[in-house]
C-alpha cells in the first residue's frame, strides 16, 4: 500500500489514478499512521505555500514525512511537494518549510509569461532511480510559478529552460521530487511513476 497525503491542496484523483495505472494499490490519507504504515509516501500538491505547509502541520504530517523519509521510506514529491522540502518559500510573506533540504522556493524573475504552463523538456543532470530509461530531452507537463534553489547542486535530478534553466526534479537515495506533473505527462510520466513503482517493491 502507498500513502497519497490529503492535505486539501492537490488534485488527488489524477495523481491516484496515475499511481493506480503504475500498479500501487492507494490509500489517500491525512493519518499519520497510514503513512508509517505504508510502503511508500507520495506527497502531491497545488497551490500556495504557505497554506499547504499549516495544513500539513496542522495533521501533524510534517515530522511524520521527515520521520519516514529518514526511515528510508520511498518518496515522492509532485509540484508543491517539491516546494515544501526546503527551507522557506518566497510566495506571500513567506513560510518555513519541512526543511529537509538547504535552499528555498522562490518566484520566476524573467520577463516571461508566469505560471510556467504547458510541455516542457528535461535535461538529465543525476537520474536517480526514477529517471531510468527516460530519454534526454523528454517533454513533461509544468504548471507553476515558482521553483526551487537548492545550496547542494549534487541533488539536481533534471533542469528545464522557461527564461533561465531551473531545477524541475531533485533526488537523493529515497526521495525524488519533481516540479512537473507525472500524472499529466503521459508516456513519460507513466514511466516516472512505474520507476517509483519498482523502487517501492524492491524495498
Known amino acids: 500500500m502507498i500513502a497519497l497525503i490529503d492535505y486539501e491542496m492537490g488534485n488527488l ?4 489514478k496515475a499511481l493506480e495505472k503504475a500498479g500501487f494499490d492507494v490509500r489517500i490519507t491525512d493519518n499519520p499512521q497510514t503513512l508509517r504504515d505504508a510502503a511508500g509516501i507520495v506527497l502531491p500538491g497545488v497551490g500556495a505555500f504557505v497554506a499547504a505547509i499549516e495544513n500539513l502541520r496542522k495533521r501533524g504530517l510534517d515530522t511524520v514525512i521527515l520521520d ?3 526511515r528510508g521510506k520511498p518518496f515522492l514529491g509532485i509540484c508543491l511537494g517539491l516546494q515544501m522540502l526546503f527551507e522557506s518559500g518566497d510566495e506571500g510573506a513567506g513560510a518555513q518549510g519541512l526543511g529537509l533540504f538547504k535552499g528555498k522556493t522562490i518566484r520566476f524573475s524573467h520577463g516571461l509569461k508566469v505560471p510556467h504552463m ?3 523538456q528535461l ?3 543525476n537520474r536517480g532511480p526514477l529517471g531510468a530509461d527516460i530519454p534526454e530531452g ?4 509544468f504548471v507553476h510559478s515558482y521553483h526551487v534553489a537548492p ?3 549534487s541533488i539536481v535530478m533534471c533542469t528545464t529552460n522557461y527564461g533561465y534553466d531551473f531545477v524541475s526534479a531533485i533526488t537523493r537515495d529515497n526521495v525524488t521530487a519533481t516540479q512537473f506533473h507525472p500524472e499529466k505527462s ?3 510520466g507513466h514511466k516516472l511513476l ?3 513503482h519498482r523502487q517501492v517493491t524492491k524495498d
Do not use: L, T
Request: net charge negative; hydrophobic share 40%.
Open 186 to 188: 503521459q508516456k513519460w
Open 13 to 16: 484523483g489524477s495523481v491516484s
Open 138 to 141: 523528454a517533454f513533461f507537463y
Open 68 to 70: 519516514e523519509i529518514a
Open 194 to 196: 512505474a520507476n517509483f
Open 123 to 125: 535535461n538529465f543532470k
Open 151 to 153: 545550496e547542494d547542486e
Open 118 to 120: 504547458g510541455w516542457n
